[in-house]
C-alpha cells in the first residue's frame, strides 16, 4: 500500500516526543529536539509540522491547564492546533501516573544503596518501594487520553489521530547495572507500571477509535539490558535524559509511524465513541484484536505491555 499524503502534522505531547538531550535542540525550555519524532516523521512524509511537546507534560496541560517550566509559560498544546492539520500525534499518559518519578527515585535509591557511605540514604529514598497504582489512577489516564483525542479533534476535524505509545526502556530480564540500579523486585513494579500505561493507551483507543501506533510492543527487545537499547541509560547527574530515547529510537518511532500510515486506512474523521456499538472491535497495529466489551467488564488488556518499561515525563 502506498503511503498516504500529509500536508500538516502536529505533535502533542511530553518528553518521550520532545526528545530531551538530543542535539541540536530547538527549544531549551521545552527541552524539544529538532531531531525528534516528529521532526523526522515530517521529513519523511514531506509535510509541515507544528511541533507542540513540552517535557514533563500531562493530559491536562496538553488539554486545558497551561504548563510552566523554568519560569517560562506554555499554553494548551492543542490551542496550537490549525483547522488544516491533518495529522495529529500523541505521546503523553506517563506524567499522569507519575513514571518518571518512580523510575528515577528507585534508580537513586538503588544507586546510593551500593556505597556504604550512602547506604542509609538509598535505603531511605527507597522505602515503601514502587507504588502500585490503583485501577481508578489507569482509568483516570485512559480518560485522560481520550480528552486528548476528542481536543485534537475539535480544533481540526479534518485529523488522523494517533495515539504513540512509548518505548520499551526495561527489558523483562534485565539485571542490577549502572544503567539500570534496579533489584529484580523493583524492576518487576516498573515493569508492572509499565503495563498499566500500555493498557490506558488501548482503552483511550477503545474510547474514541484513535488509532494506535504500539510502540512498547515494537521496541521489545530494544530495552535497557538488550544489546541496543533505543533508550538511555540512568545518568545521576543528568536526570533530565535518563531512560530517555536516543536518537536511534526516535528514529525507530518515526519509521513505525510512517509504516503504520502506510499499512492502515484512515478512519472516519470523528471516530467511533464508546458506547456506539459495544460489540466493536479496535484494530492494533500488532495484529491484536481489542474487544470494547471485554474492556469494559473484565479489564482486559491488562497483560499488554506487561513486559515493558517506558520513561513517562
Known sequence: MSSPTFGHLASLGSSFAAGPGIRPVENRRAMRSSRNYPHLLAERLGARLTDLTVSGATTATIVNTPQRVLGLGFPPQVSGLSPDVDLVTVTAGGNDLNYLGSVLRAAYAGRLSERRVTRGLGRRLGRGGVP??????????AEGLASVVRAARTRA?????LLVGYLTVLEPDAGFSPDTPFTSGTRDALLAIAGELAEAYVRAVAMTGAELVDIAQLSRGHGLG???????????????????????????????????????RPRSPRGRERGDDDDLSIRLDVGHRVDNRRLATDGGGSNHGQAVAGSAQ
Do not use: C
Open 132 to 141: 502500585r497504582l490503583e485501577q481508578a489512577s489507569v482509568d483516570k489516564v
Open 226 to 264: 538488550s544489546g541496543q537499547p533505543w533508550v538511555r541509560g540512568f545518568a545521576p547527574w543528568h536526570p533530565a535524559v535518563s531512560f530517555h530515547p536516543t536518537p536511534t529510537g526516535m528514529q525507530a518511532v518515526a519509521d513505525a509511524i510512517a509504516a503504520h500510515l502506510a499499512d492502515t
Open 157 to 161: 476535524p479534518r485529523a488522523r489521530v
